[in-house]
């Protein structure tokens, strides 16, 4: 007996050779040839496979895709083509390629190469970042591609090969966690029948296992020499992105055998728990569902960048319209030059003209120049404007991941900015759209109550319940925690121990005190079923025995543990039975027992409930089944009800303290009646048809009947650590928080009052189909009278919602909008949805309960497209991908599930990261690229307008103030640099003080620091800089000697003096914009300062056929002359005061919110608590949530009561 135990506890040999279709009854069966079946060979199911022989003729001209997979954008062929044409559908850039073209034309005004130059170094940047990416994609693909699988080459012996190399057709050996390499069709396994466990969460972003079974007819293939003349033909349906799908059959040994998605082995699915399985290859490469379904996410670009291509529309307005005036004035001028036999303009020679100055084609010379002034005025357009962006979002992106602030050492698990386009976004969320389990909670569940035979068990305190303790001022919470304390001394192993999914405590029925209690038959039974009742598999570890279990979800693993813990531990299954070591009612003893398991009737959302038929050793059938109380009290006998109230009353209890519950149930079977329903149940699996689920439904539901009660359970989603402090700052940043969650009402009602979304003072709307009127039809069953009557009835809740937030019109009463799935469902109609929105944001808190997947994404849609602005969603799970990839920011949680991540644009390992990402990070991001974007059109206007002013001069004949090489190399080396380092390192605050003040974080939502208010400011003070230094430049160079021998000023002495009055002025501009200076940012402003002086030496030095008229212009004109000197910085202190005086006076008398918190910092106030709550307190409003606001509110109350009072 002890070997026989041993060899199942440690699962030895027998294991492989063990029978599970019986477990999995419910999944598993044989399938037979009906309706879709019949569509084998037509059209959409005529691929056709022949097993172990890839390279035969008839194989060959199918032609069917290899097995290596490409991910990249680009091949090597074409890369240059495509990435041309991605640079150039920008508009800036086609601008500047046509103005490039231009310009080997007589029409330019500078040469060819010098306007050429830029654009290249710019689209040349911006593709080397394009192929350095899709380089890293390529390095992943061979990655992937070199994998190496057993493959059968001949004869029984396998060998290993490539990935890429598999065909169709290939027999491929996969041991235990190995991924599999192509769409497999399982043929066997090291279990005798086949079957395997299969982990899909690259898939389906599901972490629970799910089990496959091969056909009986290829079950017997357990050895690679078995191999060696397997043959078999496959037809099936043709590639397809469906994953739950798969019809086809298979002929072996002249017999025809149907195949279901159970034979389907699916590409980067992961073999587990399972030792080996043969495969034969179905769909490679491309053709795998996996790549079928991987389409691209959704394109998303900030609302920045899009109001950037509007500025950007519109500087090119200004554009032509300055090239349009000039050409006017030009047109006009040179119709006049020839007047009375008298050239005006001489010097430009009319008379000698063949179009360009030719008073007698007045209009055509006018054209010429217009097309002239748009390659002079180009200088307007920040060429660098785009690619700059590029590499600062990038920098920023990095600074993220690297925040060790943001890095959950417990999971290594660091932030995760998965895209840069977004980071300015995360400063301007107005709507944070949240799931609830494994975002706001830890999807961690712990088995802390339960209820046995009308009797409430377990004294611990869940977080809701001290929550709710708070709320209501009860000394409750403080009873229960000491009541705890006394009933566990020090020493006593349930103080000591910390067990993962189990924090129950209660001596009446923890070591085996049960036996003791009233009705110990029924907590024994209770017990064992939740011993018995799961899908669980249990792992022993071979050197210290203990038993571990891999669950299909954290809940069964509760259940599973919470038994073990309290006498019944389960340690083996095998397919036909389960193992107990469970404490006897009788003896008191441990005793092993062994349960004949006949059949899995498993959970699914429809049943809402999980059932199990087996033999125990005194031959007696029971079926043991625990599900929703929804439907479980309505199948309880007439004599099984006797603990139905209290029972109800405990789940009401735990429901309230934001618990998840079952009830659990049992009944005795007849031989008779089982036999019965054993044949209709195994016809029923083995339907390979569209009605399968239902029949196999029907038959389940006639044996989950006349149930007999034992209790309920009782599990905690923990919240996660620092989620309410997390929600009360994001609430003051004044950020509304929707939750979406698929848990009932009651559970998250009270989650909401724990995180504190929700507080005792709010008016709760309440919007649900629970009214007797819509029971009653219900009853009646009549579909379109139930649509009919819970449409008006939704419409007419969401009304009278509306009237009470519009009645309490500017008061501070704070209401919260909760609303079920099936209300939800009629609430998001096209003409409802307008007026739910309308409510809900009326409302301080929004929480939609039963949400599925489907209807998270379509409020998600609705609130970004119904209020304008920028959305961000959060959740870990595969129901939370639509929702993330709806909204304008997806944020992933990479905990237990994880699976959003894949789907995300940024991931974080815990909610509470979020603070820190969106008030500090998304902060700093929106406050620099704004400025960044501001500065870059400022400095263009102030180089671009003095051009314009010095063609007007110039009587618009065309001619550029500067040379050539001057005008290309303004915005690549000596205004760039700084403005990309401002990008990536300003702080107008700490990130301390983000956090102290989190109104700060409005300047974004309200888009403070990228109005258009703000844009036209920096742009008119462009204007403005660019008048001063060339009319300041102009007067005090016009007559008088330049320099000691009397020499006066030239267009390239002029040009010169103006261009390096434009480089101080800017390059110090960005000195006063910048708030937090660092090292970096020093070299780079002064250091693109000194480099003008010495490019100006360098490229003076050159031979005149180069340098042109720059030819040893500093070194002989300009240096020696001190005007030049007093000149620049005469005219860089004029331009820079307008704008030094503005700041200053906003600064001092009108300051924005970021300079009240300079002004505390400055002045040494930021650790005066009366001060700073002073300035804190405009962003506590009565109709925010958070504690910080319920402290706020209770405060109030207690000072209108007083002063009530007073009176």
């Not at 496959?212 to 043709?238: M, P, Y």
């Not at 002045?1163 to 319920?1190: K, L």
């Amino acid at each position: 007996m002890q070997k026989e135990r041993k060899t199942q506890r440690m699962g030895g040999g027998k294991r492989k050779r063990l029978h599970f279709s019986k477990i999995y009854s419910f999944r598993c069966g044989k399938a037979s040839f009906k309706e879709d079946h019949s569509l084998i060979g037509g059209p959409g199911f005529s691929r056709v496979v022949f097993c172990n022989e890839p390279g035969c003729f008839e194989a060959d001209i199918q032609n069917y895709v290899g097995n290596y997979v490409r991910t990249t954008k680009y091949t090597l062929a074409s890369f240059l083509p495509k990435s041309l044409f991605e640079q150039f559908r920008r508009v800036a850039n086609f601008f500047f390629l046509v103005t490039g073209i231009l310009a080997f034309t007589r029409l330019a005004p500078y040469s060819a190469v010098s306007a050429i130059l830029p654009l290249i170094l710019v689209i040349g940047a911006t593709m080397v970042k394009e192929g350095v990416e899709d380089w890293r994609r390529k390095q992943q693909d061979i990655e992937v591609n070199n994998r190496k699988v057993k493959v059968h080459q001949s004869d029984g012996v396998f060998d290993y090969t490539e990935w890429k190399n598999l065909r169709v057709g290939d027999i491929v050996k996969v041991e235990k966690d190995g991924f599999f390499p192509a769409d497999l069709l399982l043929l066997s396994s090291s279990y005798e029948d086949a079957v395997c466990y299969v982990e899909t969460m690259n898939l389906d972003g599901e972490t629970n296992l799910k089990l496959k079974q091969g056909l009986e007819a290829t079950s017997i293939f357990h050895e690679d020499s078995d191999f060696g003349n397997f043959r078999a033909i496959v037809k099936c349906e043709d590639p397809n992105a469906n994953l739950y799908s798969f019809v086809g059959s298979m002929e072996f040994k002249e017999v025809q055998y149907p195949l279901t998605p159970q034979q389907l082995l699916l590409r980067d699915s992961k073999l587990r728990n399972t030792d080996y399985i043969y495969g034969a290859v179905i769909f490679t490469g491309h053709d795998t569902k996996v790549i079928q379904n991987s389409t691209d996410p959704p394109s998303k670009r900030s609302r920045i960048e899009r109001k950037m291509d509007r500025i950007i529309y519109f500087m090119f307005c200004i554009l032509f319209l300055m090239a349009f005036v000039g050409s006017i004035f030009f047109g006009i001028a040179t119709d006049n030059d020839l007047e009375n036999v008298r050239m005006k303009r001489w010097y430009l020679r009319p008379d000698r003209s063949e179009i360009f100055f030719d008073p007698k084609r007045a209009p055509i010379a006018a054209i010429y120049h217009f097309l002239t002034a748009l390659m002079l005025y180009s200088y307007f357009i920040p060429i660098s404007l785009y690619v700059s962006i590029e590499i600062v979002k990038v920098l920023q992106s990095i600074f993220i991941n690297q925040d060790i602030l943001m890095y959950y050492e417990e999971a290594d698990k660091p932030a995760h900015a998965r895209t840069s386009n977004l980071n300015e976004e995360l400063g301007q969320v107005d709507t944070i759209l949240s799931d609830k389990t494994g975002t706001l909670t830890c999807n961690s569940m712990e088995f802390i109550k339960c209820s046995i035979a009308g009797k409430a068990y377990g004294r611990g305190v869940t977080e809701v319940e001290r929550a709710m303790g708070r709320r209501r001022g009860s000394p409750l919470i403080q009873d229960h925690e000491e009541a705890n304390r006394d009933s566990l001394t020090d020493d006593s192993p349930e103080s000591r121990s910390t067990i993962k999914g189990f924090n129950f405590k209660d001596e009446r029925i923890m070591n085996g005190n049960w036996v003791n209690e009233p009705h110990a038959d029924v907590v024994q039974k209770f017990l064992r079923l939740l011993a018995i009742c799961h899908t669980a598999i249990p792992e022993v570890d071979e050197d210290t025995g203990k038993v571990s279990y891999e669950a299909e979800s954290p809940d069964e693993s509760a259940f599973v543990i919470a038994a073990r813990e309290l006498g019944f531990e389960f340690y083996g299954r095998t397919q036909t039975s389960i193992s107990l070591n469970e404490l006897d009612l009788v003896s008191g003893k441990k005793v092993e027992r062994s349960y004949q398991l006949l059949n899995v009737i498993e959970f699914n959302s429809t049943r809402k409930r999980m059932s199990v038929i087996v033999r125990n050793e005194d031959g007696k059938l029971l079926l043991l089944c625990k599900g929703a109380d929804s439907v479980m009290f309505e199948r309880l006998a007439n004599n099984g009800r006797e603990f139905e109230e209290n029972t109800k009353d405990h789940v009401n209890e735990y429901a309230d303290a934001g618990l998840r519950t079952l009830i659990l149930a049992y009944r005795e079977l007849n031989e008779n009646e089982y036999t019965i329903f054993n044949e209709k149940f195994t016809k029923a699996k083995n339907l390979v048809s569209a009605d399968r689920e239902t029949v196999i439904d029907e038959v389940a539901e006639n044996m989950e009947k006349d149930l007999i009660l034992l209790g309920a359970t009782a599990v905690e989603d923990k919240l996660q650590n620092g989620v309410p402090d997390c929600i009360d700052k994001l609430a003051q940043a004044g950020i509304k928080i929707w939750v979406l969650t698929g848990d009932k009402m009651e559970t998250a009602i009270n989650i909401g009052f724990a995180c504190s979304l929700l507080r005792q003072e709010m008016k709760q709307i309440m919007i649900n189909l629970d009214t007797p009127e819509i029971k009653m039809l219900e009853k009646m069953g009549d579909k379109s009278d139930i649509n009919k009557a819970s449409r008006e009835s939704v419409l007419q809740q969401i009304a009278e919602g509306k009237n009470e937030v519009s009645a309490s019109g500017g008061s501070s009463e704070a209401f919260a909008l909760i609303i079920d799935g099936k209300s939800l469902a009629y609430a998001l109609e096209d003409d409802m949805k307008q007026m739910f929105l309308e409510l809900a944001i009326g409302c301080a808190s929004v929480i939609c309960c039963r949400s599925s997947p489907k209807q998270k994404a379509l409020v998600t849609r609705l609130v970004k497209s119904g209020t304008g602005k920028t959305t961000l969603a959060i959740g870990d799970g595969a129901n939370d991908v639509g929702m993330l990839q709806e909204a304008d920011i997806g944020v992933g949680i990479s905990g237990v599930e994880g699976d959003a991540v894949m789907s995300s644009d940024i991931a974080i390992a815990q909610f509470r990261y979020l603070e820190r990402l969106l008030l500090v990070h998304g902060h700093w991001c929106y406050r620099r690229i704004s400025s960044m974007i501001c500065y870059f059109f400022y400095k263009n206007i102030t180089f671009g307008f003095t051009l314009f002013l010095y063609e007007a001069y110039a009587s618009f004949s065309g001619q550029p103030a500067y040379n050539d090489w001057f005008l290309s190399l303004y915005n690549v080396f000596f205004s760039s640099l700084p403005v990309i380092a401002m990008g990536v390192f300003d702080q107008d605050v700490s990130a301390r003080f983000c956090l102290k003040f989190p109104l700060l974080y409005q300047e974004g939502v309200q888009n403070l620091l990228f109005s258009w208010r703000r844009i036209i400011g920096w742009m008119i003070n462009g204007f403005f800089s660019a008048i001063i230094v060339f009319f300041f430049c102009m007067k005090a160079l016009e007559h008088q000697a330049f320099n000691q021998d009397g020499k006066t000023v030239g267009k390239e002495i002029l040009g010169t003096t103006m261009y390096t009055c434009i480089v101080w002025v800017v390059n110090l501009q960005m000195a006063l914009a910048i708030s937090y200076f660092t090292l970096i940012q020093h070299i780079v402003i002064w250091g693109s300062i000194a480099f003008w002086y010495i490019f100006l030496l360098v490229y003076g030095a050159l031979p005149p056929s180069f340098s042109t008229n720059a030819y040893k212009v500093f070194i002989e004109a300009l240096a020696p002359a001190p005007s030049f000197w007093i000149v620049t910085i005469f005219v860089t202190i004029t331009t820079l005061i307008p704008s030094f005086s503005y700041s200053a006076i906003q600064m001092r008398f009108f300051p924005m919110y970021h300079g009240m918190i300079q002004w505390i910092r400055h002045e040494g106030q930021s650790n005066d608590p009366e001060y700073c709550d002073m300035v804190r307190q405009r962003s506590i409003r009565p109709t925010t949530v958070g504690f910080t606001a319920r402290l706020a509110a209770r405060r109030n109350r207690f000072r209108d009561r007083h002063q009530n009072l007073s009176r």
